[in-house]
């Protein structure tokens, strides 16, 4: 596992993990195509600098832990985990094929996955369970919890945000993918939420809002809110649905469904040309 920290290179990866992303979803014929390229920044920032994780030992006890609640964005976790070396690379392609590990939600079994998810809502109770044991056990490490913003229109989830202020689990980072849409239109016109950092702050979380796809800000960011002591943190990280592909960014209707072949020819091309720029 090699663990990139410069921020050129970690440009380039997102550009490979967002092929993949996509390759994958062609080949499966189905999925989630404009959340999963909107969370590709936060997943590299936070295995390659943020997370004390053992590849060879995935289910250390001591270990940092992810949860991705929005676990329909799987296509871009199942990338990062294979290219970290999880898994072999070869699995992607398998993705959404019955008996595959691979699903088109989480499904535990797949080494690196710390939950099964999907029915959005969850993740935060269960980072907050998984923070509480670490605390009882006393081990020393974080769990950080990815949710969409569309997701935050569940009521578990600010159930879950009064439990990590009341139990002071400072020991749980969220990350709110903002990336304003969710599956059949804008959050703001599904269920207006407001300012989600005056939201978070209000239940008591510590909470900065920051650009989901600039390596820079997320490394600023994060480092501000991880010394946090007492309180739950939290990163609005403002992004956009498709990031990477302009015919897919900012469009409702890339919601639940994977590119058709021309469709990933033109993808692959855009991206080649992003990359060369960077
Ligand atoms: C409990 C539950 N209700 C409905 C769905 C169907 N669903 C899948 S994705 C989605 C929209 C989620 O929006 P958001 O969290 O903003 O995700 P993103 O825009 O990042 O894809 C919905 C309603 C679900 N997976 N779980």
């Known amino acids: 596992m090699k663990k990139i920290t410069d921020t050129k290179e970690l ?22 195509t404009g959340g999963s390229l909107s ?24 270990r940092d832990k992810f949860i991705l609640s929005k676990g329909h964005g799987c296509p871009a976790l199942y990338a990062v985990l294979s290219d970290m070396g999880f898994f072999p690379r070869e699995e992607l392609w398998t993705l959404r094929q019955i008996e595959s590990r691979l699903q088109g939600h989480p499904q535990l079994g797949l080494p690196g996955l710390e939950i099964s998810s999907g029915s959005l809502g969850q993740g935060l109770s269960v980072a907050n369970g998984m923070a509480i044991a670490d605390r009882m056990d006393g081990v020393n490490a974080k769990t950080y919890c990815l949710m969409g913003d ?21 020991n749980v980072c969220g990350i709110i993918d903002y990336n304003k849409l ?59 649905k498709g990031k990477g592909v302009s015919f897919i960014e900012n469009k409702a209707e890339w919601h639940g469904v994977a590119p058709k072949k021309d469709e990933l020819e033109r993808a692959l091309l855009e991206l080649e040309e992003a990359e060369k720029k960077i």
Not at 42 to 58: F, S
Not at 224 to 240: D, F, R, S, W
Request: proline share 1%.
């Open 39 to 62: 969370i590709v920044e936060i997943l590299l920032d936070l295995y390659h600098r943020r997370m004390n994780i053992d590849v060879k030992k995935h289910d250390w006890k001591g």
């Open 182 to 240: 969710q599956i059949d239109g804008f959050c703001c016109e599904v269920m207006d939420l407001g300012s989600y950092k005056k939201k978070w702050e209000s239940f008591g979380w510590y909470t900065v809002e920051t650009d989901g796809h600039d390596f820079e800000e997320l490394n600023k960011n994060f480092n501000e809110v991880l010394q946090i002591k007492g309180k739950p943190q939290l990163i609005v990280a403002h992004t956009i």
């Open 11 to 32: 440009e380039r990866k997102a550009v490979a993990i967002r092929k993949d992303i996509l390759t994958m979803l062609e080949k499966a014929g189905s999925g989630h």
């Open 150 to 170: 569309g997701e935050t229109n569940e009521g578990q989830v600010w159930e879950a945000a009064m439990t990590a202020a009341h139990y002071k689990l400072d």
